[in-house]
């Protein structure tokens, strides 16, 4: 689905993703792991458009997407959450879910202008598809509320919801377990393998916690100082000494 | 002619450059713009009117009184302000800064507005102009004075960051905000201070430009724009950048209004501005920007 | 009795036309029983509202600062009279052609809104400001130069000048009014909210941002291009001073009063100001002073303006929902629960 090949990218003299390639197949949840300033959100970021990357490639079911706007992937079908972004304050809940079917609503400029008919309707079609969203999530109970009103976590769930609302085919998920409680994490591992399978959307997971990891991940892509390391199955991947290393700590090989 | 027009441009563009220090401070300190620095500038020229003129004492006795007023200002505002000064605000910051420059421009024209439209200030020092190689060069001795006076508060202002406690401490706010923070340094003072200190040297630059012009209450928010577009085309981050800045936007001015014409002078501090932003917006030294999204 | 309010609310919430069109045409009734001065007056307000509701869009729902509508209206108001004194032109055509050309203008000003935000956006606006300022006076040959020239008022239906402009102006406003508060209660509204609030997630999110900020310029200064055009005729004379900074700075305070990001406020906002603006008017100074104090206050204390204070008032019940931004919802906040949930 999602191919990433020989991505570079630098801040200035900083480089902060070097030469990584991985890919991400259909229908798969790819956990993406790391130490802190590993560059996984940078990747994301690359591959969502919001940085250019100086080399390297990255494609979307085939078609290079490498120098296409951000408006113009998630046009493509690929979504994402953010590690640290808020639900835009100004809106309700659910119209913060609407905005994830925004890209071409059936009527134009002028529709709009004039409120036609088919604005009403595409609207609470919307509307609709939204609310069907946010239940599934669980967020149901808050689609009235402004976003800002909502705790971070509940901020986070309805991301998805946003994210999902267009049925992308994939989806990138950047730290959705912030913050959350062991029973909450289990949740929303549950949630995401059924992403998965109910809506066949290949996932990239970015996370940290490793309970989530295990209980969504079918393989495992670790990055470390921009580059990847590791690539496999989490279990593999977990007991290689390079990503013990660097990222789970001594201690977490002597307690498995 | 040349060197007069040259002498009055590097004079005002030194006092230009007052300004934008000012700007460059608050933006380094606090991540804040005041609208209002102008306007003080402007209330600085009508205080030193009023000792000079009204009350009849020396220059002498002005600058002291305008540095208090500014004080004063200074730290008005910025009890004024305190609670939008944070990220989140930024634009209620720049809103309300606008008010103040409204107020402040308000208190000039029911003080002064009586009195006529246009005020003059005596010169600080009066005397023949300095006059080089036979005439080839000509410096009015009242532009002299300007720039010596602007040279002045500038290397008060470089000693200040280099060697007092608080310039250290405005110093690492502006570097690293957060650890600053951290490590404990006073961020209520640290505002504070670039708050005061931003409209004081702006309050003296309305001193020092007061003789060389005539002040009126509107004067401010023109001075204000040359400023912020100092501090611009300085990079925004860099003191003597934006020194230099405002030197180059008086020497344009003056050499359009000298070789152009003079209704044109105005109109080249405007494009030079809107140049400097679409263009150079991280300042002439800052090289392009290159940004993504 | 509880059933019409309900009702009315809802009706009001659910962006019917009917109260709007009703309201306007009480004040086109109990405008036409006011003597020339009111008139003149409440003309004035039912103008900027066109104005406000444009700029509103811009500052208000999409976040972008810009400095340049005084101008904008400026030019409207400068194309409509000068067409009809130089080429001797019917005003409707004067009118038309100023507002699309302001539209087209004031587009233009999404160039330095793609590279710029904030402040900077706001300076750059400025200096356009002052550079159209400064053509509008030196281009004397055109312009008249700063004196200002005379603009030809309008007649209709027999009616005398004020009178006129005033139902043409209370007419497209509605009709603009109306068109705006549509277009911000669609994804449209959605979208400037979102390039507000959050721009990058926004694109993330499949929104155009260069398209929607391109809208958003266009939006505002078509109203402003139509506001002007209005102006010129309502004031029969038309100088650079009426388009200054200053002017500017007031209409700020008209959008900060009234709320931002409400379309309601956009009526309060101009009508407050204007008022006030009234009962200040022989002493400039008073009037800066009380505006910058109105505008520092209303940040402070009411930064949403007075509209959702209003808003408030027909939900009847103090519950925590969106004031501000669309209102896409037909029933927002009857329905949501009042406990604040937790998480964690
Ligand atoms: N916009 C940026 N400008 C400069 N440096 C950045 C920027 N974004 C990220 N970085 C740097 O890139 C490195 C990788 O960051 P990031 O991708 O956020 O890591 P991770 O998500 O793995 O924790 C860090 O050193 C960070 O400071
Ligand atoms: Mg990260």
């Known amino acids: 689905m999602l191919d990433i090949r020989n991505v570079s990218l630098s801040f200035g003299a900083l480089k902060v993703l070097n030469n990584a390639s991985f890919s991400l197949g259909k229908g798969e949840v790819l956990g993406l792991i790391g130490p802190n300033g590993a560059g996984k959100t940078s990747m994301m970021n690359v591959i969502t458009g919001i940085h250019r990357p100086q080399t390297g490639e990255i494609r979307l079911g085939g078609i290079d997407i490498t120098t296409s706007k951000p408006h113009e992937i998630a046009e493509r079908g690929l979504r994402r959450t953010f590690q640290t972004s808020l639900l835009c304050s100004g809106m309700s809940v659910v119209e913060n879910v609407m905005l994830g079917l925004e890209p071409q609503p059936a009527y134009g400029f002028w529709g709009a202008l004039v409120g036609s008919p088919k604005v009403r309707q595409w609207e609470e079609e919307a509307r609709q598809k939204s609310m069907e969203m946010l239940d599934w999530m669980g967020m149901a109970a808050f689609a009235d509320r402004p976003g800002s009103s909502l705790s971070f976590g509940q901020q986070r769930l309805v991301e998805i919801a946003r994210a999902l609302v267009s049925r992308p085919s994939v989806l990138l998920l950047d730290e959705p377990a912030v913050g959350l409680t062991a029973p909450r994490v289990d949740e929303l591992a549950e949630k995401i393998v059924s992403i998965r399978t109910e809506f066949g959307t290949s996932i990239l997971l970015i996370e940290h916690v490793m309970q989530l990891v295990f209980a969504a991940c079918s393989r495992v892509v670790v990055m470390n100082a921009g580059e990847v390391i590791a690539d496999g199955d989490p279990k593999t991947v977990t007991a290689d000494p390079r990503v013990v290393e660097s990222y789970l700590g001594r201690g977490y090989y002597a307690e498995s | 002619m040349l060197s007069v027009l040259l002498a009055s441009g590097v004079a005002n563009g030194l006092l230009y450059g007052l300004v934008a220090l000012g700007v460059v401070v608050l933006a380094k300190a606090a991540n804040a713009f005041n609208f209002s620095q102008g306007d003080v500038m402007a209330l600085g020229g009508f205080v030193s009117y009023a000792v000079i003129v009204t009350m009849g004492y020396g220059s002498v006795a002005a600058l002291p009184i305008v540095v208090i007023v500014a004080l004063f200002v200074g730290v008005l505002s910025y009890l004024l302000l305190r609670p939008l000064m944070d990220a989140q605000h930024a634009v209620a910051l720049l809103t309300a800064t606008i008010g103040l420059s409204f107020l402040v421009k308000g208190t000039i024209r029911l003080i002064w507005g009586r009195q006529g439209d246009y005020f003059a200030v005596p010169p600080l020092v009066s005397g023949p102009p300095i006059i080089l190689f036979d005439g080839a060069v000509i410096i009015p001795l009242q532009h002299l004075v300007m720039s010596g006076g602007a040279v002045l508060m500038l290397a008060l202002f470089a000693l200040f960051f280099r060697f007092t406690r608080l310039g250290l401490f405005m110093r690492s706010v502006a570097d690293n905000p957060r650890a600053a923070r951290i490590v404990g340094i006073p961020t209520e003072l640290v505002l504070c201070s670039a708050m005061v200190l931003s409209l004081v040297v702006s309050a003296v630059a309305g001193f020092l430009l007061a003789p060389a012009t005539l002040i009126f209450p509107d004067m401010g928010f023109s001075l204000f724009l040359k400023g912020f577009a100092a501090a611009i085309i300085g990079g925004m981050m860099s003191l003597p950048g934006a020194v230099i800045g405002g030197v180059l936007l008086g020497v344009t001015e003056v050499l359009v209004s000298g070789y152009i014409s003079s209704t044109a002078q105005e109109l080249s501090a405007f494009v030079l501005i809107f140049v400097a932003l679409i263009f150079f917006p991280r300042g002439l030294f800052g090289g392009r920007s290159s940004r993504s999204v | ?344």
């Open chain 3, 1 to 344: 009795m509880a059933v019409p309010v309900q009702s009315i609310r809802s009706a009001w919430r659910s962006g019917s036309w009917v109260y709007p069109v009703a309201i306007a045409v009480v004040v086109a009734l109990i405008g036409m029983t006011l003597n020339p001065y009111l008139l003149f007056l409440l003309t004035r307000v039912v103008i900027f509202s066109m104005l406000v509701a444009g700029l509103n869009v811009l500052m208000g729902y999409s976040g972008l600062l810009s400095f340049a509508h005084a101008a904008l209206f400026g030019i409207g108001a400068y194309v409509t009279g000068l067409m009809q004194v130089h080429l001797g032109v019917p005003y409707p055509v004067a009118l038309l052609t100023a507002t699309v050309g302001v539209t087209g203008a004031g587009t233009l000003l999404v160039l330095p809104a793609l590279r710029l935000s904030g402040i900077h956006l706001a300076i750059a606006t400025l200096a356009v400001a002052q550079a159209v300022h400064w053509v509008l006076i030196n281009w004397s040959a055109v312009t008249f130069g700063a004196g200002g020239f005379r603009a030809p008022s309008i007649a209709i239906f027999g009616l005398n000048a004020t009178q006129s402009i005033f139902l043409t102006s209370l007419v497209l406003t509605t009709i603009g009014y109306l068109m705006v508060r549509q277009l911000v209660r669609t994804s449209f509204g959605r979208k400037f909210v979102a390039i507000r609030d959050n721009s990058v997630a926004a694109a993330a999110n499949g929104v155009n941002v260069t398209a929607t900020k391109t809208i958003a310029f266009a939006l505002s200064a078509g109203c402003a291009g139509l506001a002007g055009g209005l102006y010129s005729a309502l004031l029969g004379f038309v100088a650079p001073e009426s388009f200054n900074l200053e002017q500017m700075i007031l209409m700020k305070v008209m959008a900060v009063v009234g709320g931002l990001g409400t379309m309601l406020g956009s009526m309060i906002g101009p009508a407050l100001v204007i008022f006030l603006q009234e009962q200040l008017r022989d002493s400039q100074g008073w009037l800066e002073i009380i505006f910058g104090a109105v505008l520092i206050g209303f940040v402070l204390f009411l930064p949403k303006g007075i509209a959702p204070l209003i808003y408030r008032v027909l939900a009847g019940k103090r519950t925590e929902t969106v004031e501000t931004g669309p209102r896409t919802g037909q029933k927002v906040g009857l329905s949501a629960p009042t406990d604040r949930a937790v998480e964690n």
